[in-house]
């Protein structure tokens, strides 16, 4: 069937042709008395003979994109002549084609996200119900649209939160958009949620996304987190959120509220731990403000979870002789090792007693631990020595570990200069570092942009 296409495939003007088939087949239709075009068998031949409405039509225009591959200029070109056609359905399927082209491949995306924010307003639920998860995924990406995301927003509750037959409700798919996006015309809109008989559980991570901005959110997230039973079965799942928040927006008059829950959570409370977790990095951020918590921390400190309670008590106090013994203890426990060493490096120099401790765990198997050691030990010692041979293989074996790799090295300076090799790379690669065959993840492409961000960041400190 697709004999023909490697005759067109790669010409210069392939996408002009089709995005010229698709605007003349989608202003007229074809009169019933003229005779059939011959038809041809190659990928124009076929999208002559087929509405671009028709299921074949798309599938043959995902083909063409397929086959285009990392060549964006030109994806682009296509999706801009699709999301501009006449018919809401070529405009649809140019919706659904886009999320693959961002979520694979790096590029200038502005015009294309500007036209998929565009089909927000033309008030078709199906156009807009395939461009809000698109929208979601991109982030940052996202602003081009944010005007229109707001306008729907801004157009009834129901943009807001979304309700289901059962469970709790979650975050409107727009409005998490355009705090995804980073916009403040979010905020509004969220404090109505927060003033809401439910909160949705992803409320707190979208307000994280806000920064700065968010910050007149601070005392309704307290009000919230001060509503929630302390022995209610599910009050992990209703307060992280909102300690999440809370810890971000350094919001520490919240203080009262998150002790509380410490406080007067039973020893019987299903997920206990990771509760009194969420709580301590919580007052962690608060920093020298929560000084009130520094009992409750260092009762913390021999147990489950002693490693986030040392990371907290370092930063409400700086108590260096409180914190090393309890942080190299844990470094030679499997479980915890990454987490220690991440903490370790937090103290800087005055963690200098643990510099053996770390060279061990710098050689282990387990490439997490493994680059959680080097970069400490350039935050505590400035070596570049360990950082330097962990890297290179760590960044080859699992690109999840680059982003983390990028940003030590642009702690190190001129000093992580032999390996800007790897940075220069990855800027100059077309394709994002969790492009992969078979699934996807939600965060890839902000985190994709954040590694760009960091190599930058990291070359442009020599």
């Known amino acids: 069937m697709f004999t023909g296409i490697d005759e067109v495939a790669w010409a210069s003007d392939l996408v002009a042709v089709v995005v010229a088939l698709l605007r003349a087949r989608s202003r007229r239709p074809r009169p019933a008395d003229l005779p059939e075009r011959p038809g041809t068998d190659t990928l124009i031949g076929q999208l002559r003979r087929l509405r671009p409405a028709d ?167 307290r009000a919230r987190l001060g509503e929630i039973p302390v022995d209610s079965p599910d009050v992990y799942d209703r307060a992280s959120p909102l300690l999440f928040a809370l810890g971000g927006l350094r919001h520490a008059d919240a203080l009262p509220e998150v002790l509380r829950l410490l406080h007067g959570m039973p020893a019987e409370l299903r997920r206990r731990d990771w509760l009194v977790e969420a709580i301590t990095r919580t007052i962690g951020a608060f920093g020298p403000a929560a000084r009130e918590a520094t009992p409750l921390l260092r009762e913390l400190l021999d147990g489950g979870n002693a490693v986030t309670a040392a990371a907290a008590l370092w930063s409400v106090e700086g108590d260096t002789e409180a914190v090393l013994p309890v942080l190299r203890e844990e470094l030679t426990r499997g479980e915890h090792a990454r987490a220690s060493a991440e903490a370790l490096g937090r103290l800087g120099p005055s963690a200098g007693a643990a510099s053996s401790d770390l060279r061990r765990l710098a050689g282990s198997d387990d490439v997490w631990q493994r680059v959680a050691a080097a970069g400490a030990l350039w935050d505590i010692a400035g070596d570049p020595a360990p950082v330097l041979a962990a890297l290179r293989p760590a960044w080859e074996r699992d690109a999840h570990t680059r982003g983390t790799l990028a940003a030590c090295l642009g702690r190190m300076g001129p000093a992580g200069a032999p390996a800007h090799d790897l940075l220069r790379a990855e800027v100059a690669a077309p394709r994002r570092h969790r492009a992969r065959s078979g699934g996807y993840g939600s965060h890839d492409i902000v985190e994709d942009e954040g590694l760009l961000r960091a190599c930058r960041t990291a070359l442009g400190s020599v």
């Open 55 to 221: 299921e074949e039509g798309a599938r043959l225009l995902r083909t063409l994109h397929t086959g285009l591959g990392g060549r964006t200029a030109d994806r682009i070109a296509l999706l801009k002549g699709q999301l501009t056609s006449e018919a809401s359905a070529d405009r649809c399927n140019a919706v659904w084609m886009s999320a693959g082209l961002f979520r694979e491949w790096r590029g200038s995306y502005e015009e294309p996200v500007a036209l998929i924010g565009e089909q927000l307003g033309m008030g078709e639920e199906r156009l807009r119900d395939a461009a809000v998860p698109v929208l979601e995924d991109l982030f940052g990406l996202a602003r081009p649209a944010a005007d229109r995301l707001a306008d729907l927003v801004a157009a009834g509750p129901e943009h807001s939160i979304r309700r289901w037959k059962s469970g709790v409700p979650t975050l409107g798919g727009p409005l998490r958009a355009l705090a995804r996006a980073g916009d403040r015309r979010a905020v509004p809109a969220l404090a109505e949620v927060l003033r809401g008989p439910v909160v949705p559980y992803d409320t707190g991570y979208a307000i994280r996304h806000l920064g700065p901005a968010a910050q007149p959110l601070g005392p309704l997230l």
